[in-house]
Structures are given as C-alpha cells and as structure tokens.
C-alpha cells in the first residue's frame, strides 16, 4: 500500500509544484502587466483625446463620438502659437520655473546641513517650526505677500513671481533626511584633512546629493510650471505672463470656443515639464528611493 501512495504522492507533489509555478512564473506576471496597462491607459486617456482634438477641425470636433486624428493640426497650432504669445510666455515660464527650482534647491541644502552638522541649540524646535509652514498655503497668504511685494516694487516683475515660493519646508526636510544617513566618518575625514564646512559641502555633500537635487528639481519646476493663481495677480503685461494666463486667453468669452485651438495650446505647453521629466526621472526615482551617488 505504501509502495503505491508514494509514486502517487510524488505525483501530487511535481502537480503541485507546477501549479505554483505557473501561478508565479505565468500568471501572475500577465495579471500584474494588465492591470499596469489598463492604469496607463486611464491615465493617458485625457492626454491622448487632448492631442486628438488638437489636430481636429469644428467640423470634426462636432461630430459625436468621433476619436480620430484630423487634419487640422498645423493650422491649430499655428494659430495657438501666435494668439496667445506662447514662446514669449513658455520663455516667462521656464525663468520663473528654473529660478524657483534652484533658489529652492540652495536654501534647502542650505538649512538641511545646518541643522545636521552644527551644534545649534533648539534643531529639533526649528525643524517643527519650518514643517509648520505646511500648514499654511499660498491662498492663506496671498493678501499679505501682495503687500510685501507692492511695498517692494515687485508687482509684474520675476521676482515678484519667484522670491516668494523660494522657501521650501519639504526640501529641508528631504536633504536633511538625506544628509542624516551619510556616515559620520565623512564629516570627520574633511575635518582631518583641513577641508572647512563650505569646502565639505561643495566637495562632498552636494556630490552624493545630485540624486536628490535632480528630484527636487523636476518637483519644484513642474509644480511651479502650473501655478495659475499667484501668477494671475502679480503678472500684469506680456513681458511677465506665465503660460497658464496664456491658455486662459485662448477662450474665447464671446464666442464658441474653439477646442481645436485650446487644445492645441494645452499640448504645446506640456512639451517643456515633458521634456525635463524624461531628463531627470531616474534622479526622481533614487532621490525618492533615498538612493545616492557612491562616494569616490
């Protein structure tokens, strides 16, 4: 009886085996990959029907139903590009976008390595403190910055647009956080070799960081490339307006609007934050993962 149960439980056994392979190796690799491609393609579906209706007539936007590419798309965006300014307003943009990012990114790091290698009585309380900004957004403050800014002179100026967004609690948070899992064997290497503070950190620390200073970076322009609110109150004329001002013109009040033309406009102003995506995701990907540059 045992002779025969083995053969019969060996058999079991490999059924088994294969069962858990298949299930691992097969299908749950095809599940995964169709749930990742039904994401993306929710989540590109507006930006597809945006470029599809960009390249579409009033005539074929009319018609119901309709989802393929028209033959308007020169046309559209030619007109997109000279109704609204959109050079001269990508160019005010990408100013004020690199400006903040940068501005953001020295102040941050900055903070961050005070807080982490000086002595500075009450760094917990300061750290809590700058957090608490958090809690306090842009709308909150945008009557009182105006009046700083009025009393400045700035009012329709870059500076205007960038100095007030140049604090930034989430950047000291992330280079500090960073700064924190370095070995203190550097610090005290510096030290030995006769290196000072601003010599470690233009040598070491900002070295390792590049990863976390791509990150921020791409965060900091995207998140400024789509302000529309400060924009609208502090950019009066051309030489200032930002892009998303921009595409709010190209909606005609008194008129049908002209979908082929707005999206149009609305593509062409993603390409720059596309374009700095592609360039620095992989620093966004280890600045998040907390990943660094090896030490050489």
């Known amino acids: 009886m045992s002779a025969q149960s083995t053969p019969m439980a060996e058999w079991s056994t490999r059924a088994t085996e294969r069962r858990l392979a298949f299930q ?59 109704r609204a300014s959109l050079g001269r307003l990508m160019f005010n943009t990408t100013v004020v ?52 800014l009025s009393s400045f002179g700035w009012i329709d100026t870059f500076q205007g647009l960038a100095v007030p967004f140049f604090a930034s609690a989430t950047g000291v948070l992330l280079f500090q956080q960073f700064f924190r899992t370095l070995t203190t064997d550097l610090a005290d290497a510096s030290r030995v070799d006769g290196a000072g503070p601003m010599t470690f950190l233009f040598r070491i620390l900002i070295p390792v960081s590049r990863t976390n200073i791509g990150a921020l970076f791409l965060i900091e322009f995207t998140y400024m490339w789509n302000q529309y609110l400060w924009p609208l109150l502090v950019a009066n004329s051309v030489q200032t307006r930002q892009v998303q001002i921009g595409i709010k013109q190209l909606i005609a009040t008194d008129a049908t609007v002209e979908w082929g033309v707005l999206m149009a406009g609305v593509v062409t102003t993603i390409i720059p934050p ?23």
Do not use: C
């Open 97 to 148: 976008a690199v400006s903040v990012a940068v501005g953001k990114i020295i102040l941050s790091m900055m903070a961050a390595f005070a807080l982490v290698y000086f002595r500075i009585r009450g760094g917990i309380l300061i750290l809590g403190l700058i957090m608490l900004t958090h809690l306090l957004p842009l709308p909150v403050r945008i009557v009182p910055t105006y009046q700083l």
């Open 274 to 296: 596309l374009v700095v995506l592609l360039v620095l995701q992989r620093s966004l990907m280890a600045g998040l993962s907390g990943e660094s540059e090896d030490v050489r």
């Open 24 to 82: 691992k190796h097969v299908a749950y690799p095809v599940i995964m990959h169709a749930v990742m491609i039904a994401v993306v393609i929710i989540v590109l579906l507006p930006l597809i029907f945006a470029f599809v209706l960009s390249t579409q007539s009033s005539a074929d936007w009319r018609i119901v139903g309709n989802i393929m590419p028209g033959s308007n798309a020169v046309e559209n965006y030619t007109i997109a590009w000279e």
